[in-house]
């Protein structure tokens, strides 16, 4: 049901505004408008310019507390405002000097890294790096070389090249190593080298002993660095951990405080130049249980003044929309908002949906064992997470178990028990005219049709709520829809039971004279209500594009009800597929392959139950929906997250 708003205004010193908030407003759910553009003929009414000083610590506490194990801590609420933003501060400080410490620990491991990698392909080389580094009549050269090039170098070396090249490790791609030279030598050498593209790797002077020592003493240091910082990250988590409950508390209370703040960015300032006072003013929708409630807290507290609008042109807009239903439907509140909330005063689509989308589904996958798998998963992911469409799985999956049992259905049996209805694949029924047909599909098309009339009449209440007399008399899913389409599927009830159908008279003024509305009823609705506006676009054109329209309108009507045949076809080919998977498990030979059975099993009630799960709602929304639903609303956001308990 859509729960009925009202429009109020609060206002008060502006000094009083922290309070109101905290005291009253926010134990009720409100959906603040903006004080400005609403109260339009109010003079002087300026914003607030006040930064939220609560956000920052809100954000630093969620902060922290996302780094908290799991675990159950119960919340210390016994800190005031001043304590709780001078614990986070103080936590902060500690937080962050950890943090920097980290980070030191984090870019000098990188250098030690930096530096093994450069030196990690020299490790074969058996030379003090410290000594051939400090040879004074003798040049050493580390680097790498291309393979290619590398053979060229050896020739060179061999005959007439005064060097000594040491190789470290070789890849697909490149040697390294070092090459000696005499320093009276070194220019040509060095010459030859750049020609054949010898890159040049420098190497601190800083290493001892051999590149393979140095290797180990840098892994070492960086084995010491990685222990310093997980030291310092068991440091952060025990200080995070210490502070759980003030954290927790703290993150509470912090939000409530910021969302109470919050309404000043919806809020107006008005200057009273002769009582040299400042006033906030605050405005926006609350049900009309709150309001009631709201104005019973405030009555005795002379600073606050509360405003109840009657006339609804005193403010813009129109009122936002507010879901309230029993907890077995709300998960199918989902499917409403999908489609577009309901405006104020269109009905409340969910109990419909709710009823109509789980029974159509279990006709469509009528499996006890199947609907109960469907039943307990979505019980259980629903009930600690309130998953929306975990809710309606598990609903969904009670009626299953119902068709199962009316098809005598577990698991693709259909021996193990009886049918309390029928087997969708074999039970027929003979039909006049049209001959035998399966029982399902003639029981989804009279559903079908039971549904039709039933959205038309919602349709009518929904145009006489609006004051919309041409959907409501005139249109095809208006009263004469309902007549055209409640006597057609009157007579073709009666001819398929054998009953006498109505005479030629009847059907041509049951049938003709609606049709002729259809035809004709933007100027009936014109004529109601006394508005002699012209036919735009001459006559001719206006009984043109009607009879397309006509076409169409009775196009709908067959295509509209032909579309739940789908529903007896999916409960047949759900039996069907089931069928096929007992027989490549074996199962008729007594003796059946249980893991092909389960797999099969969870492959159909997976692949299967999406498929009819899309396919039911496609009826909703395109069968049903757009006969007589609009959605045309705006949903109800209240300014905080509150809940009433």
């Known amino acids: 049901m859509i729960v009925k708003m009202k429009f109020l205004s609060i206002s008060g010193p502006r000094t009083d505004i922290d309070r109101m908030c905290q005291v009253y407003l926010s134990r009720h759910e409100m959906q603040l408008e903006n004080a400005i553009a609403e109260l339009k003929t109010t003079e002087n009414l300026i914003p607030f310019a006040e930064v939220n000083p609560y956000r920052e610590p809100l954000n630093k506490a969620e902060e922290f507390i996302g780094l908290l194990e799991d675990g159950k801590v119960e919340p210390d609420l016994t800190m005031d405002q001043d304590a709780m933003i001078g614990m986070i501060r103080d936590l902060n400080h500690q937080y962050l000097e950890l943090t920097e410490r980290r980070e030191r620990l984090k ?45 060229r170098l050896e020739k ?14 070789r890849n697909e791609n490149y040697v390294y190593g070092c090459y000696f030279v005499a320093n009276t030598d070194a220019g040509k050498t060095d010459a030859i080298f750049h020609s054949l593209h010898f890159e040049k790797i420098p190497l601190s002077k800083e290493y001892i002993g051999t590149p393979a020592q140095a290797c180990e003493s840098l892994q070492q240091d960086i084995e010491h660095d990685g222990e310093q910082i997980e030291s310092v990250d068991r440091a952060i988590a025990e200080l995070i951990q210490s ?10 209370r912090l939000e409530e405080l910021a969302n109470n703040f919050d309404v000043r960015k919806m809020a107006a300032r008005m200057e009273d130049d002769e009582n040299k006072e400042d006033y906030y003013i605050i405005c926006g929708w609350m049900g009309e249980d709150d309001v009631e409630a709201f104005l019973k807290e405030t009555e005795k507290d002379d600073k606050v003044l509360v405003v109840v609008e009657e006339d609804r042109e005193k403010y813009f807009g129109e009122p936002p929309t507010k879901l309230e239903n029993p907890r077995f439907f709300k998960p199918f509140e989902m499917f409403i908002q999908m489609y577009g909330m309901p405006a104020h005063n269109e009905m409340d689509p969910t109990i419909f949906v709710a009823l109509t989308y789980t029974f159509i589904f279990g006709a469509m996958f009528g499996d006890l064992g199947q609907g109960f798998c469907l039943f307990a998963i979505g019980g259980i992911l629903y009930l600690p997470k309130k998953i929306n469409l975990a809710g309606i799985i598990s609903v969904a999956g009670l009626f299953s178990m119902l068709f199962g049992v009316l098809y005598g259905s577990v698991f693709g049996f259909e021996d193990v028990i009886p049918a309390l209805w029928l087997h969708p694949v074999s039970a027929m029924t003979n039909l006049p005219f049209i001959g035998q047909l399966n029982t399902v599909f003639v029981v989804a098309i009279a559903f079908g049709m039971g549904l039709n009339l039933l959205v038309m009449i919602f349709q009518i209440a929904n145009a006489f709520r609006a004051h919309d007399t041409e959907n409501a008399w005139f249109s095809n899913n208006g009263v004469a829809g309902l007549l055209f389409y409640g006597f057609l599927v009157l007579t073709i009830v009666l001819y398929m039971t054998g009953h006498k159908v109505p005479g030629n008279i009847m059907l041509a003024v049951f049938l003709g004279i609606p049709i002729l509305i259809f035809l004709f009823k933007e100027p009936l609705a014109n004529l109601v209500k006394r508005n002699h506006k012209k036919i735009e676009g001459g006559k001719v054109m206006f009984l043109v594009q009607g009879f397309f329209e006509l076409f169409e309108t009775l196009l709908s009507y067959f295509s509209n009800t032909l579309s739940y045949v789908r529903i007896g076809a999916f409960a047949v080919s759900h039996a069907a597929i089931m069928e096929v998977v007992l027989m490549l498990a074996g199962a008729q030979e007594g003796t059946p392959n249980w893991i092909v059975l389960v797999i099969g099993n969870i492959v159909v009630c997976g692949l299967e139950g999406l ?16 006969r007589f639903y609009k959605g045309s609303g705006r949903e109800f956001k209240p300014f905080n997250s509150h809940k009433k308990r």
């Open 107 to 151: 870019k000098h491991a990188e250098e030690l890294r930096e530096k093994l990698n450069v030196l990690e392909p020299f490790r074969p080389l058996e030379v003090n790096l410290h000594d051939v580094m400090g040879y004074r009549y003798m040049r050493v050269r580390f680097g790498r070389i291309n393979v290619d090039y590398y053979r």
């Open 156 to 169: 060179y070396l061999y005959e007439d090249l005064k060097a000594v090249f040491l190789e470290g490790v």
């Open 243 to 252: 502070h759980a409950a003030q954290l927790l508390g703290a993150q509470r």
């Open 611 to 626: 498929v009819v799960g899309i396919q039911v709602l496609r009826l909703e929304y395109y069968e049903m929906f757009s």
